[in-house]
């Protein structure tokens, strides 16, 4: 029993510290803003509320705002619908839109100015995350009128007239508080003559300015006072402590060549953007930050997010080049996509070339092979027989050719004209010993059969005409059996 007490005694501590302990969650944030049109009694007055989740795609979002019914009496609306001093605001965002627009509009019924406030709202974005919205409201400036001119609310600025991306506007400079972002601050600019109640950023020194439109819409636009230009700006939350704003000027800074020229909307405004091609979910826009720093940034379109984008520049240390072949690198630079395709093409057309001709070499090498397998045996014998009876042929040329150019001992030898030497001695001895022979007519004798019967260079051209005429028979005896087993190649072209 004790343990199921002290079991229990745990348990209640615990429900009861739970409260102690708290989750903090942080939601995104976003802004609701009114016009402040001026009408005059009788007429009916638009009023316009827009609530933007600063970039993040949104979702749904749920607005009551209330009326004093005593000066304004509700017609109808867009994305509206209410009366008797109070009006429900309401519509669901797609996924590819940042703000939500709702649009109400009034009968004045009486002189004055009365305020259009929030009474209460629920809004999400598009991932269902939870939107801390800050809120702002309408102040609508009823003037006297006979009450029976119907005429649509006619713009409240009462400044200069400007003009921008072709849409006429008047400087507005009575707006409220909530529409001043971090990092501006009230300020006062002359323009065309005349003292204007603007905001600037003195980070960047740009200003921003509150312009209203012929159809009562207001805005606010960026202002370049060197310049002269505007720009529309949209405000985008990247972080608690950081906004930037997506800008019409033209960048500082260059993007690499891969970037094209494209365009961005947001809103229904149109931004200027880069975009390569082979990215097509990602685009480069121009935007300022809090800090005053102009700069890229990438936009994920599946994703809606941003990213600050850096731009490495490659500093150019070398001169231009100039002259003939400085011409040519340049050439060369610019078509370097040209050439490359170029060079394939010659790379393509040389391998089909190389393919075909061992396609070719191939088909030569088979027939070669069936050759081979029918008279190649054969024919091998009889080269190698006639290369060894060539070569015995040379041998046999070459040793006579020796023997001829022996001394001319030698040649007597070979000659037998020792034994007849000996012969003649015995003779000599036997049947001339009374000198019957003069041994000098004999001498003259011998001297002339040696020097004109047994002439060695007439041998020796004799033996060369034999020679060249064995020569010519043998090449047309083997010229005539090489014909038998001559080849035929096949002209694959």
């Given at each position: ?50 609530l ?88 609508v ?53 005349q ?5 600037q ?98 936009y ?58 061992v ?36 041998q ?23 034994e ?37 260079d ?18 047309k ?17």
């Amino acid at each position: 029993m004790n343990k199921i007490r002290k079991k229990l005694g745990m348990l209640l501590a615990i429900c009861l510290l739970l409260p102690c302990f708290s989750i903090v969650a942080h939601a995104a944030s976003g802004v609701l803003t009114f016009s402040d049109p001026t009408t005059k009694v009788g007429e009916t007055v638009t009023v316009k509320a827009k609530l933007d989740a600063y970039g993040s795609p949104i979702g749904d979002g749920d607005i009551t705002v209330t009326y004093d019914p005593a000066k304004l009496e509700f017609v109808s609306g867009q994305n509206a619908s209410g009366g008797s001093g109070t009006v429900t605001l309401s519509t669901t965002g797609d996924g590819s839109v940042t703000e939500l627009n709702y649009t109400m509009e009034f009968r004045a019924l009486a002189e004055g100015t009365t305020n259009i406030e929030v009474s209460g709202y629920t809004a999400y974005l598009y991932n269902d995350e939870t939107l801390d919205v800050t809120l702002g409201s309408s102040a609508v400036t009823i003037e006297p009128g006979d009450g029976t001119v119907q005429q649509p609310a006619a713009a409240t600025g009462t400044g200069p007239a400007v003009t921008v991306n072709g849409i006429n506007y008047n400087i507005n400079g009575t707006f409220a508080d909530v529409l001043i972002p971090e990092g501006f601050v009230r300020t006062t600019l002359t323009y065309e003559g005349q003292e204007c109640q603007v905001l600037q950023q003195e980070t960047s020194g740009l200003y921003m300015i509150y312009l209203t439109g012929a159809d009562g819409t207001s805005a606010m636009f960026l202002y370049n006072s060197e310049t002269g230009e505007f720009s529309a700006c949209e405000k985008v939350r990247l972080s608690d402590t950081n906004d930037i704003f997506l800008m019409q000027f033209k960048p500082d800074m260059e993007l690499p060549s891969e970037y094209k020229s494209t365009e961005f909307e947001m809103n229904g405004v149109v931004y200027p953007a880069w975009q390569d091609p082979s990215k097509q979910e990602f685009y480069i826009v121009y935007a300022l930050n809090s800090a005053g720093q102009k700069n890229f940034y990438q936009y994920d379109a599946s994703e809606a997010t941003y990213q600050r984008y850096v731009v490495t520049v490659a500093k150019d240390t070398e001169e231009k080049a100039t002259g003939f072949f400085g011409k040519i690198e340049s050439k060369l630079k610019e078509n370097l996509s040209k050439l490359l395709i170029g060079v394939w093409a010659v790379f393509i057309v040389m391998l089909i070339i190389l393919i075909v001709l061992v396609v070719k070499l191939k088909h030569r090498n088979e027939e070669l092979d069936d050759w081979y397998e029918d008279f190649g045996d054969e024919y091998e014998k009889k080269l190698k027989a006639e290369q060894a009876a060539a070569k015995k042929a040379k041998q046999a040329k070459a040793a006579g050719k020796q023997t001829r150019k022996q001394t001319p001992a030698k040649k007597q030898k070979n000659y037998g004209y020792a034994e007849l030497d000996e012969f003649e001695d015995e003779l000599d001895d036997d049947f001339y010993e009374d000198d019957m022979l003069d041994d000098e007519r004999y001498d003259d004798y011998d001297d002339d059969y040696d020097a004109d019967a047994y002439d060695d260079d007439s041998y020796d051209d004799y033996d060369d005409d034999y020679d060249d005429y064995e020569d010519d028979y043998d090449r047309k005896k083997r010229a005539k059996e090489t014909a038998e087993f001559s080849l035929n190649f096949i002209d694959l072209d």
